[in-house]
């Protein structure tokens, strides 16, 4: 996770593309971006990619090769709603997955907030947050890996719809 936040500190933030807020699960990824156009959503991911796959395959060792397939999956975002819905599903997916995990037989989650997630830097939580909320990870950045949203929908618009639940289990 440090040498991903430090990659994703590096290069989350271009004249035409930042990217906002993300979650890694084991064999998949969430983000949030924010891009002028398709082009600049294109190349934004790609150097996304090529990013987490430099740092993942630095750290371990003498691996090559691609880490995410080549495509991704993109939904405009044109509503607060929409917005509201899709930050609470990106940072909060680990505990999505985790209530899947407990409903068949697994270990039930002790933390809110997942260290492998931009959620630790999301200001839009209901209540305010402790220390303890974050399942600890040594070395995790104090500063923000993620660039701070410029448009209206990601600043402001979704809080329309309310403040998110940090404890909420997402679709």
């Known amino acids: 996770m440090r040498a991903l936040e430090r990659t994703f500190s590096a290069g989350c933030e ?5 990217l906002v807020h993300y979650s890694l699960q084991g064999n998949h990824a969430h983000f949030i971006v924010e891009a002028r156009d398709r082009e600049s959503l294109g190349r934004g991911m790609m150097a996304i990619g090529s990013r987490l796959a430099l740092a993942v395959n630095r750290s371990m060792g003498r ?4 880490v995410l397939a080549d495509r991704y999956h993109a ?5 607060p709603r929409e917005v509201h819905r899709a930050l609470r599903y990106v940072l909060l997916n680990a505990r999505k997955h ?9 270990r039930a989650v002790d933390y809110l907030l997942d260290p ?26 104090e ?11 990601l600043r402001v ?6 403040l998110i639940d ?5 679709g």
């Open 75 to 79: 939904r405009m975002l044109r509503s």
């Open 14 to 18: 271009r004249s035409t593309f930042r």
């Open 116 to 141: 492998a997630s931009s959620a630790r830097w999301f200001d839009g939580w209901r209540r305010k947050l402790s220390p303890e909320d974050v399942r600890p990870l040594a070395g995790l950045r």
């Open 98 to 106: 985790a209530a899947v995990k407990t409903r068949a037989g697994g």
């Open 166 to 170: 940090p404890a909420a289990v997402p």
């Open 63 to 66: 691996r090559k090769g691609r």
């Open 157 to 162: 618009g979704w809080r329309r719809h309310g």
């Open 143 to 153: 500063r923000p890996a993620v660039a701070r949203a410029r448009t209206w929908l």
